[in-house]
């Protein structure tokens, strides 16, 4: 099965999850977006959610596909949230933000009772951080915010570059107006630790470490389809 089939299937197991009158909160990046086209045959079909996206560009394909979206402030308590994720961990602790989407997406997590996360199996590590974590920060101080979480990272023990993300010859804008640094620390044993300090850093707006989001996570192999489930 190649990559985008595995994602598929995962978005499949998730959709089975979504009953008619819920709130949804829609995550960003290719497994989300097969949700939405799976979801979208749903809706035509007459199923009747209500969807609050975590990126412009998630709303931008739900609006081409007819699947109805609120804002957040419109519809702030959530029954269920499907996303995707960079890293899993078997605590389910999660690793995003790779596209960029991580403040509404961690934003959107939080305001929902349930949260999916949808991923092909090899998204699953023993310890996280071998993708790169985004920091989403202020441009202001950008800096001084850079110097600071390479020492709050150094009294972790952790060392690495921060990658300033590019797009088109441009730093990356998030859809809050923010810049991201990527960090390649490598294996980040303590994430707990790692996010208080980062959380401590004025110029960090929110980074891609979810603790005790996730309520399930939904890994698509050759093999089939494996659920992890919260211990929570
Ligand atoms: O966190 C995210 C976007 O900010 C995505 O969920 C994450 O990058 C996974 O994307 P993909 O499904 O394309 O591998």
Redesign the pocket.
């Known amino acids: 099965m190649d990559a985008r089939a595995l994602?598929i299937e995962a978005a499949r197991a998730a959709l089975s999850y979504v009953e008619s009158g819920m709130r949804l909160g829609i995550?960003?990046?290719?497994?989300?977006e097969e949700f939405v086209r799976l979801l979208a045959e749903k809706v035509a079909a007459g199923m009747a959610v209500t969807g609050v996206p975590t990126s412009e560009r998630t709303a931008a394909l739900c609006v081409q596909l007819g699947v109805p979206l609120a804002t957040l402030d419109e519809m702030p308590e959530l029954d269920l949230t499907i996303?995707?994720?960079?890293e899993v961990d078997a605590e389910l602790t999660l690793i995003?933000?790779?596209?960029?989407?991580?403040l509404r997406?961690k934003i959107v997590a939080a305001a929902s009772a349930r949260v999916i996360v949808i991923?092909d199996r090899s998204k699953l590590v023993e310890t996280l951080g071998r993708f790169p974590l985004p920091i989403e920060v202020n441009r202001f101080g950008l800096k001084a915010t850079e110097i600071a979480i390479g020492r709050a990272a150094a009294k972790l023990g952790l060392d690495g570059a921060l990658t300033l993300r590019m797009t088109n010859g441009e730093p990356f804008v998030t859809d809050g107006g923010h810049l991201i640094l990527d960090a390649s620390f490598g294996r980040i044993p303590d994430t707990r630790a790692l996010s208080e300090a980062l959380h401590a850093i004025p110029g960090v707006v929110e980074h891609?470490l979810f603790l005790e989001l996730a309520t399930a996570v939904i890994l698509a192999g050759a093999d089939g389809i494996k659920t992890l489930h919260a211990a929570r």
Do not use: N, Y
């Not at 996303?83 to 960079?86: E, R, S, T, Y």
């Not at 995003?96 to 991580?102: C, I, P, S, T, Y």
């Open positions: 994602k995550g960003t990046g290719s497994t989300a996303d995707g994720a960079d995003k933000g790779g596209g960029g989407a991580l997406e991923a891609g």
